[in-house]
């Protein structure tokens, strides 16, 4: 049988999961990175993407959970994602995320202030992003 890791998945608005897992897939800011039973002490910032769980071997992955953002913190046998948004794949609902971009596009071209603006194109890029990862 394969050694498991802790892993435990957080939001601001809910825990995601928190359960043993043969591995998790984490999107990284500077790539994604695997963490297995064993691995090296680490604390990484989190870029927008998917983590993969594989709950009983590496050939099969179990669970896709997009993530927008936030910190991973690695030990030996556990992992502990705090993500600022993650909603498990399956759940999205690409009509409602391609018409919140219609709705947001729309409205950028009325803002004039930089930092709204800012705002609005890193709500795009997640929304892009979440809707991508469902398909």
Not at 52 to 62: L, Q, S, V
């Amino acid at each position: 049988m394969t050694q498991t890791i802790q892993f435990d998945l957080v939001s601001p608005e809910q825990k995601i999961m928190s359960e043993g897992v043969a591995m998790a897939v984490i999107p990284g800011t500077e790539g994604d990175f695997g963490v297995l039973n064993g691995h090296m002490p680490l604390v990484a910032t989190i870029g927008t993407g998917v983590v993969e769980i594989y709950r009983e071997n590496m050939n099969d992955i179990t669970d896709k959970i997009f993530i927008a953002g936030g910190v991973a913190d690695v030990t030996g046998d556990q992992c502990t994602v705090l993500a600022e948004q993650a909603i498990n794949v399956n759940d999205i609902d690409v009509d409602d995320i391609n018409r919140q971009i219609a709705d947001i596009e729309s409205d950028l071209s009325s803002i004039t202030n930089e930092a709204d603006q800012s705002r609005f194109h890193k709500k795009l890029d997640i929304l892009r992003a979440m809707a991508h990862s469902a398909k």
